[in-house]
T-cell receptor, first 109, second 113 residues
Framework: LAKTTQPISMDSYEGQEVNITCSHN???????ITWYQQFPSQGPRFIIQ???TKVTNEVASLFIPADRKSSTLSLPRVSLSDTAVYYC??????????FGKGTRLSVIA | DGGITQSPKYLFRKEGQNVTLSCEQN?????MYWYRQDPGQGLRLIYY???????QKGDIAEGYSVSREKKESFPLTVTSAQKNPTAFYLC????????????FGPGTRLTVT
């Protein structure tokens, strides 16, 4: 199972764009990159998933370079409610998702 | 509403007792998972099942047992053999269609004293 590396924590002010980068050097051909958000005492919530290039949805964008060895989650104009832990995972359809420690994002007013 | 339910939300047990955590889903998902989360840590995989009547050990299966007799249900038993059972337990399920991300339940916080 591919292992990911991401910053332990990040701080941001409200209204700023936040970019969280994840490294996954051993990603396999069939692996997708998925990001989850978790608030304290809650289950993680799916944010976005991609295979290559760029994916955008209503809450975030995911940038994946051609070599796929890293990815960047972009959160536009964060608010206090975006304070959470963000997990980057790689895996395929038939493999359980393996969670690292994630990135603890703190949004400051 | 479709989703995953875990009950109870909080559970207290005495050391030496077995306890079973419930997980039910009505999403018609084939695959189900159990994770454990300790304070300040990520999720660790305990067991998973990709089809009824079949399941596999995850990274930290020792001291736990599961069953998958029905597609909708994947109960987890924390046995007395589990050395440090106090934790937050999360159940998840995943479909096989176009959107195959894992959906998580609200979790059960188990405290063993």
């Amino acid at each position: 199972l591919a292992k990911t590396t991401q910053p332990i924590s990040m701080d941001s002010y409200e209204g700023q764009e936040v970019n969280i980068t994840c490294s996954h050097n051993n990603i396999a051909t069939n692996d997708y990159i998925t990001w989850y958000q978790q608030f304290p005492s809650q289950g993680p919530r799916f944010i976005i998933q991609g295979y290559k290039t760029k994916v955008t949805n209503e809450v975030a964008s995911l940038f994946i370079p051609a070599d796929r060895k890293s990815s960047t989650l972009s959160l536009p104009r964060v608010s206090l409610s975006d304070t959470a832990v963000y997990y980057c995972l790689v895996g395929g359809r038939n493999t359980p998702l393996v969670f690292g420690k994630g990135t603890r994002l703190s949004v400051i007013a | 509403d479709g989703g995953i339910t875990q009950s109870p939300k909080y559970l207290f047990r005495k050391e030496g007792q077995n306890v079973t955590l419930s997980c039910e889903q009505n999403l018609n998902h084939d695959a189900m998972y159990w994770y454990r989360q300790d304070p300040g840590q990520g999720l660790r995989l305990i067991y998973y099942s990709q089809i009824v009547n079949d399941f596999q050990k995850g990274d930290i299966a020792e001291g736990y047992s599961v069953s998958r007799e029905k597609k909708e249900s994947f109960p987890l038993t924390v046995t007395s053999a589990q050395k440090n059972p106090t934790a937050f337990y999360l159940c998840a399920s995943r479909g096989a269609g176009e959107r195959w991300e894992q959906y998580f339940g609200p979790g059960t916080r188990l405290t063993v004293t």
